[in-house]
């Protein structure tokens, strides 16, 4: 198995410019999540979504944050319009859900960096 | 809500040395508890894990109990190798719900 797919790895952009994140999680797995990891504030758990369906995202820290899970196979992540404190790395995470707890399986991350 | 407090790093130690992270939460209900990896570069891993009170995770030689009278989930390891220098992160949820993470502690392993 691939294990999850993130794509880019790392994204340099400047201020102002549209960015979007993309995963491809394990197959099979009907869970999926979006993390983002900073220094200042450790990993946070921005949206995830169940069958396709966002449950919570609550997570999400602005307007500027949208994420869509158009089929079981792909989602994206978008900031626009993006800014300096966006920069960050951001992990996508998937898992099985139902029937008690199942390991959540993380992607690589994409290392974003807004000038 | 969900919180997890884990002690800040990074922790420094001779190889074949022990290891302790502590790690407490605060949860609603019955949470599962966690400790996840992190190497330079890469996505967290999953070391190991308990999923009610009182039992033992383990893994490549580390342990943690799920312990429900004091709130805490410590990780253990008898003795430390350079191959496990890494971030650790204590983590809590379950289900199809996302996850609680601490900080992460850094750990430095000297030969």
């Known amino acids: 198995d691939a294990g999850v797919i993130q794509s880019p790895r790392h994204e340099v952009t400047e201020m102002g410019q549209e960015v979007t994140l993309r995963c491809k999680p394990i197959s099979g797995h009907n869970s999926l999540f979006w993390y983002r990891q900073t220094m200042m504030r450790g990993l946070e758990l921005l949206i995830y979504?169940?069958?396709?369906?966002?449950?919570?995202d609550s997570g999400m820290p602005e307007d500027r944050f949208s994420a869509k899970m158009p089929n079981a196979s792909f989602s994206t992540l978008k900031i626009q319009p993006s800014e300096p404190r966006d920069s960050a790395v951001y992990f996508c995470?998937?898992?099985?859900?139902?029937?008690?707890?199942?390991?959540?399986?993380f992607g690589p991350g994409t290392r974003l960096t807004v000038l | 809500g969900n919180s997890v407090t884990q002690m800040e790093g990074p922790v420094t130690l001779s190889e074949e040395a022990f290891l302790t992270i502590n790690c407490t939460y605060t949860a609603t209900g019955y949470p599962s508890l966690f400790w996840y990896v992190q190497y330079p570069g890469e996505g967290l891993q999953l070391l190991l894990k308990a999923t009610k009170a009182d039992d033992k995770g383990s893994n490549k030689g580390f342990e943690a109990t799920y312990r429900k009278e004091t709130t805490s989930f410590h990780l253990e390891k008898g003795s430390v190798q350079v191959s496990d220098s890494a971030v650790y992160f204590c983590a809590l949820g379950g289900g199809a719900d996302g996850l609680t993470f601490g900080k992460g502690t850094h750990l430095i392993i000297q030969p």
């Open positions: 979504f169940n069958n396709n369906v966002p449950i919570d």
């Open positions: 995470a998937s898992t099985i859900s139902g029937g008690g707890y199942n390991e959540q399986f």
